[in-house]
Structures are given as C-alpha cells and as structure tokens.
C-alpha cells in the first residue's frame, strides 16, 4: 500500500541548532517527493521538491532534503533553525495523478 | 506560481444549514483539490477535478459536493451541515503537467455546531 510516514510527531530545537525530519514512504516507483509547510492559519507552502536527478534538493528557506532510495527517505534538512520556522512541516508523495500526505511533524523552537 | 483564495476563512454555523466554501485561482491550473484537515492528521483528499466539467471523490468519504463550471472555480457545498463536519478544509491547484506540484489556498475553518 501506498503511504507516507513521518516517525516524529513534534520535535523540539534550539534556536541556532540544526534540524533534520525524518520522512519514509512506501510506494510502487520511484514518485515525486515534495515538502511543504503550514504556519497556524495557514494553508501549506511548497518548500522543496525531488522529480528526478541530483537526489540533494535545495528549497525555499535555507532548507534541503536528500533522497535516498534504498532507504525510501527524503530527509529535510536546515544548518541553523531560526524561531520563525517554528511550524508543522509535511511530506508528501505523489505522481502524475495523486499525492499522499504525512500527517506532519510540528516543530518548536526554543530561545 | 498559482494564487489561490478561499473564502470564509473562518465559518460558525449551526447543524442542517447549507453552505458553500468557495475556493478560485487565477493561473489557469487544470487541477484542482479539496482536502478536509484535522489536527495531528494526515491531508484527506475528498475531492478532485481535472478540468472543467470533470469532478471525483477522493479517497476520504464525504458527504459534500462540488462543481467545476469555469477553470478558476471550484466551490465545494455541503447541503446539511453537521457537528462531524468541523474541520479545516484546503484548496489547492495542481499544474497540467506530469509532476501535479500543488499550491494551497490559506483554508477554511468550518465549525458546525
């Protein structure tokens, strides 16, 4: 079956520290992976992508994620968390005619 | 990148009235989605569109409709609101071309009492 797990449920990170969340899919091909995030009130914005290629993407933000298909991942990745990053971030894979939602990782930044 | 609005943002209403959560973009995207959100839960797809005259249900049940009369509308109704009803929904459009990368709308807060 089709899925996407995002094993962390919320992490926490000082301000200044790095920040890697986690994402593993289950999926029949190699799909289009997609990261996204949502502030409170917010709908959710396209932070990075992967179609094909280079497996290390660079986003919107400072953000990266690297996929790794014999571990069917695609980490995100930021050097230094800034305070305003503190929001809910959500994996998604997908193809020419379906995406697939995580159920999303929400993260805290402490001073 | 498409715009795309929605509207109310947020709605109070009380249980068996109808109502239509609109949702428009303005870069011509042949897709479009409607997803129900609930805290610590996963996107829902509950309906989608591939072009005008073309509606489908999701994977998510629900008890709502939608229509797709003209490329940048997409306005999804629920006849008879209920208290089950409560929960986020979000609009996104997804580009024609094989990748579907998908932009969202800032949502609707439906709250049925």
């Known amino acids: 079956a089709q899925s996407v797990t995002q094993p962390d449920i919320h992490i926490t990170v000082s301000e200044g520290a790095s920040l890697e969340l986690r994402c593993n899919y289950s999926y029949g091909a190699t799909p289009y992976l997609f990261w996204y995030v949502q502030s409170p009130g917010q709908g959710l914005q396209l932070l990075l992508k992967?179609?094909?290629?280079?497996?290390l993407v660079q986003g919107i933000k400072g953000f990266e994620a690297e996929f790794k298909r014999s571990q069917s991942s695609f980490n995100l990745r930021k050097p230094s968390v800034h305070w305003s990053d503190a929001a809910e971030y959500f994996c998604?894979?997908?193809?020419?005619?379906?995406?697939?939602f995580g159920a999303g990782t929400r993260l805290f930044v402490k001073a | 990148e498409a715009d795309i609005y929605q509207t109310p943002r947020y709605l109070v209403i009380g249980t068996g009235k109808k109502i239509t959560l609109e949702c428009s973009q303005t870069?011509?995207?042949?897709?479009m989605y409607w997803y129900q959100q609930d805290p610590g839960m996963e996107l829902h797809l509950i309906h989608y569109s591939y072009g005008v005259n073309s509606t489908e249900k999701g994977d998510l049940s629900s008890e709502s409709t939608v229509s797709r009369i003209r490329t940048e509308h997409f306005p999804l109704t629920l006849e008879s609101a209920r208290p089950s009803h409560t929960s986020q929904y979000l609009c996104a459009a997804g580009t024609g071309q094989m990748r579907n990368e998908q932009f969202f709308g800032p949502g609707t807060r439906l709250t049925v009492l």
């Open positions: 992967y179609f094909s290629g280079d497996t």
């Open positions: 998604a894979v997908g193809d020419t005619f379906k995406t697939i």
């Open positions: 870069m011509g995207h042949d897709k």
